[in-house]
């Protein structure tokens, strides 16, 4: 299994990002694309690390998108 938590944007500079995942020792690719499907951002991270995202991206609405071998989540998120 595969999830992730986020906590929106506190300011509007950035968000904090976790996972959490049965496979604890793979990495985790997380990247952050806009409503046409550019790529902004991409980060490695183990799970039950904690990253910082969103520092560079103007206001708008983004989808973060975290893949774990052949497991993916989306999300929208909404940068004011």
């Given amino acids: 299994w595969l999830e992730f938590r986020r906590v929106?944007?506190?300011s509007s500079s950035f968000f904090k990002l976790s996972v959490k995942s049965s496979v604890k020792n793979s990495l985790?690719?997380?990247r952050i694309l806009d409503m046409?499907?550019?790529?902004h951002k991409r980060e490695n991270m183990m799970?039950?690390?904690?990253i910082s995202l969103g520092s560079g991206?103007?206001?708008?609405?983004?989808?973060?998108e975290v893949l774990q071998g052949k497991?993916?989540?989306?999300?929208?998120?909404?940068?004011l």
């Fill in 57 to 64: 991206l103007k206001a708008g609405t983004y989808f973060v």
């Fill in 28 to 30: 985790v690719q997380v």
């Fill in 71 to 79: 497991k993916s989540k989306v999300v929208k998120l909404i940068k």
């Fill in 8 to 10: 929106l944007f506190r």
């Fill in 47 to 50: 799970p039950g690390e904690v």
């Fill in 36 to 39: 046409q499907g550019r790529e």
